[in-house]
């Protein structure tokens, strides 16, 4: 990066100051002028940068100091450090941003930024380059809209199927996280804006994230697993600051960590910029700041204290002022923070808010989708559709609208394009293009463990139309005027953290809830059973609730600490309207994210399927291609109960497939879902993960074979959550508050292999319209290799021809396999670097990989360094983790390979 008046680092090894005016002069030019900078400095090598930063710091007073070190409460900023004004130091205006830039302030541009495709997405993408584009996008709409640090990105590994958060990040392998979000950072300070690396470190679910979720970890599988992405991030690209997590690890908090922060990440990994906690993350004022964290930020509740708690201020000071805390690492803490924002141009050039390029980022953001998405499943040539398609059905409650996950990280887009939308516009008038929903609309209630929702279907309000009437009191025993009186699609609210103003993502076809929405919720209409049988109904909840069926009580749970389901079990005579009244009371155990839950769902006899999904079966029949959008609801704040599909879409899908052979599905969720019950007859998939805001014109473009897709999964989809590497319980919720780690280094498909569990779909995998060969496999091991694996260059060449009929882009992929060593055990295979090559028809092209040396080396312990045992390591060259086409081999400490 850069110091606006100081040194300028290149890649290749330091400038000292003064040696090259003319290119200081220039960026400072730049920067003044509010251009982008070049991506190849590093700010923390800015010796002219420094020295301003210590001769800053020696003007301050104790108390500024202890200002810098803690956020405050901010109208528009949930992470804001306010200014100092004497000393003419900035603001810190932070915002969320992992999957773009969310703008809390209503007066910057309406709030609206260009929603990106999330971070899994591109991750899909393999493609460096691509996410330091996707960086600089994000850092330009965070200088233009007022911010100078952005809390992006993260590189949580993606170890359980159904983390609620999996789409923020990169995907299941340390390599591919790092390696992209390094590439983030680089494009993210290119501008005078600070990057965040998050959420240091083990932060891998949602599941007890605020009420002491405790990873318990073996050291070989933090280091080679967890920990290098950060490295990575680092070493490449040089983050300003980083962000310590909710979560404990082996029994300490992440953000009071002395292993963590001073040991791991300051020492080990160099990490020069600032740690600052997660919103409410700080649990202590010696232990934190002493093991290494910078900067309290707020939110914070003890029970003693109470809201607001604040570690970082007066309990600071008098820390300093008894002798607890050391003056020394308060001013540590302090030009931690001051040096990057010298060196990154926060002092020289403060941002100040115009207007975005909206059609241009909006652009970039279809190019991304492109990338993104991934073809899983293509038979009978069912895609691409040609011109000759004369009618198509567009399925799903939400193929009108444009999906993306919940929480911190969820941007209000400048405009959306619809799936809908992009298919209308790209068939035009000659093509008859039809949407019906075939399912009820999705929320965070799809969280909520336990069956389904009834469906809208079999629910009649009080008014005469589908659903429930539902009132809404600002009391818990129904009295007062409702705050909210509506008929809704069925009975069901998950609040709490999801429903916190801006970070809701459910469909805009069900009336919006908020948090204020659930003291009390009466819900009534009638019942109407579609045939004869015996019905299971259902409620989740952790609060009160009673259910009434013709004015008899059928159930009544307690309130419980966690949401339970409680099941009554009932004879219904078909076409009969039952009267229905729900009354539900938020009177459960409180916790920090606590709201209302709760959710009425059923168990109908086999067969019964919802008319709904029968109308789109017969839109499909009359249609000549069909094309189903899924959704899931991913979010901050829950994990997934399962891998299902939501409200019923996994028989909306097996109807419409029945109904028409060329049924394409559209998967646009956060992460892995389960495809296995209802793939088969389905001809084609599509992975289109949260796609952005032109989510819609990217998949026709895909589909019409306008652009060849090229994704490559950047995780594992496995058949079902109980056919993975972390499918216990005392691994995946937890036993108690404990995460055991005991799968250790075998994280996503390296567990797949070890445990030789077969996925419905493997990392890496991705198919084209067109099809690659792979020849002359040759390997290279230069410069020697040295015991820390450093010192060399590890090379794969492999000559790739594009055999089909169409121009397409190839991610090869080269994984290496045991490692030559009795010492310790090690995966069967291992990402050790990839490289995409796009070819026109028939064209060959010799394509060239540089491995990662970490990938042949392994943790020891003992030594607490990287290791690289000396001998022959296999290596496999292909398309994915399982579709091999080469084998060789990899010499270390030999001649080389041949």
């Not at 606006?4 to 200081?24: K, N, Q, R, S, T």
């Not at 009544?556 to 009267?579: F, I, N």
């Amino acid at each position: 990066m850069v110091g606006v008046a100081g040194l300028i680092v290149p890649a290749g090894g330091a400038v000292a100051a003064g040696d090259d005016p003319d290119g200081e002069a220039a960026v400072t030019e730049r920067l003044q002028q509010g251009r982008s900078l070049p991506t190849q400095w590093w700010w923390d090598e800015s010796g002219p940068d420094t020295r301003r930063a210590r001769a800053l710091l020696r003007q301050m007073t104790l108390d500024e100091k202890v200002d810098m070190l803690h956020g405050e409460l901010n109208n528009y900023y949930g992470f804001y450090n306010g200014p100092i004004e004497r000393l003419g130091i900035p603001a810190l205006t932070m915002a969320d941003g992992p999957a773009g830039v969310r703008i809390a302030n209503p007066d910057v541009n309406d709030q609206e930024s260009t929603q990106l495709p999330a971070p899994i997405a591109l991750a899909a993408t393999w493609d460096v380059a691509l996410a330091e584009q996707y960086g600089t996008v994000a850092g330009d709409e965070a200088f233009r809209t007022g911010h100078n640090v952005l809390l992006a990105p993260a590189v949580d590994i993606a170890r359980v199927a159904q983390a609620g958060r999996a789409f923020e990040a990169f995907g299941e392998d340390p390599l591919l996280s790092g390696t992209l979000g390094a590439a983030d950072i680089r494009g993210i300070q290119s501008h005078p804006v600070v990057a965040d690396i998050k959420h240091y470190n083990v932060y891998t679910q949602e599941t007890n994230r605020l009420s002491g979720g405790n990873a318990v970890i073996d050291e070989r599988a933090l280091q080679e697993i967890y920990t290098r992405p950060y490295a990575i991030g680092i070493e490449q690209g040089r983050p300003g600051s980083a962000m310590c997590a909710f979560n404990k690890v082996n029994g300490v908090q992440a953000c009071e960590s002395d292993e963590l922060l001073n040991r791991i990440l300051k020492t080990q990994l160099d990490f020069q910029g600032w740690v600052m906690s997660d919103y409410g993350a700080t649990h202590s004022t010696v232990q934190s700041i002493l093991s290494g964290m910078d900067q309290e930020m707020p939110g914070n509740t003890t029970p003693e204290v109470g809201p607001g708690t604040c570690f970082f201020c007066g309990p600071l000071l008098d820390a300093v002022r008894a002798g607890q805390v050391p003056e020394s690492r308060v001013d540590d803490a302090v030009l931690r923070i001051l040096r990057p924002m010298f060196a990154l141009g926060l002092f020289d050039n403060p941002p100040v808010v115009t207007d975005l390029p909206e059609a241009e980022h909006g652009e970039f953001a279809r190019q991304v989708a492109e990338r993104a998405m991934v073809l899983l499943k293509n038979e009978s040539g069912a895609l691409p559709l040609t011109g000759s398609v004369g009618s198509v059905a567009v399925i799903g409650a939400d193929a009108d609208t444009v999906v993306a996950g919940g929480g911190s990280s969820l941007v209000k887009p400048t405009y959306t394009v619809s799936p809908l939308e992009g298919i209308q516009a790209r068939v035009g008038p000659g093509v008859v293009v039809q949407h019906v929903a075939g399912a009820d609309p999705v929320t965070s209630a799809a969280l909520i463990p336990g069956p389904d929702p009834i469906p809208s279907d079999f629910l009649t309000s009080t008014d005469g139309t589908p659903g429930l009437r539902a009132e809404y009191f600002s009391t818990q025993d129904f009295s007062g005027t409702p705050i909210a009186d509506r008929t809704e699609p069925y009975a069901a609210i998950n609040a709490g953290f999801f429903l916190f103003e801006g970070f809701n993502a459910q469909s805009p076809h069900f009336p919006t809830q908020t948090r204020d929405m659930g003291p009390s919720i009466r819900w009534t209409g009638t019942l109407t059973a579609p045939v004869d049988g015996t019905y299971e109904l259902a409620v989740t909840t952790t609060g009160t609730a009673r259910v009434f069926l013709d004015d008899v009580e059928v159930l009544s749970p307690e309130p419980a600490s966690t949401p339970t389901t409680s099941t009554y079990t009932v004879d219904l005579v078909a076409g009969t309207a039952y009267d229905l009244r729900v009354e539900y009371v938020n009177d459960g155990p409180a916790g920090t994210d606590a709201g209302a839950v709760f959710q009425l769902g059923w168990t109908p006899p086999d067969g019964v399927v919802a008319p709904q999904a029968l109308a789109a079966a017969d839109l499909a029949r009359s249609s000549q291609a069909a094309v189903v959008v899924v959704r899931d609801y991913s979010s901050e704040g829950g994990d997934k109960p399962d891998l299902d599909l939501p409200n019923g879409q996994a028989e909306l899908v097996r109807q419409v497939a029945a109904a028409n052979p060329r049924t394409i599905v559209v998967l646009a969720t956060g992460g892995a879902v389960q495809t296995s019950d209802w793939e088969q007859g389905v001809p084609a998939i599509v992975h289109s993960w949260f796609g952005g805001q032109e989510q819609g014109n990217a998949l026709a473009r895909i589909l019409f074979g306008d652009v060849n897709p090229s994704g490559k999964l950047p995780i594992t989809m496995p058949v079902d959550e109980e056919s993975t590497p972390v499918s216990s319980p005392a691994q995946f919720p937890g036993d108690g508050l404990d995460q055991q780690f005991s799968e250790g280094i075998y994280v996503g498909y390296r567990g797949y292999e070890e445990e030789g569990i077969t996925p419905q779909y493997s990392f890496g995998t991705g198919l084209s319209y067109t099809t690659f060969d792979y020849r002359n496999l040759r390997t290279t091991v230069a410069g020697g290799l040295g015991a820390q694996g450093n010192g060399s260059r590890l090379q794969v060449k492999v000559a790739v021809r594009n055999t089909g009929a169409v121009a397409g882009t190839e991610t090869v992929q080269v994984y290496v396999g045991n490692l030559p060593t009795r010492q310790v055990q090690s995966a069967k295979k291992v990402l050790a670097g990839w490289a995409t090559v796009t070819l026109q028809p028939g064209e060959r092209q010799q394509v060239t990989v540089e491995l990662s040396p970490e990938s042949v080396s392994y943790w020891d312990v003992d030594r607490d360094r990287w290791r690289t045992p000396r001998g022959s390591i296999p290596v496999y060259v292909g398309s994915s983790s399982t579709d091999v086409r080469l084998t060789g081999s990899l010499r270390i400490g030999g001649p080389g390979m041949r």
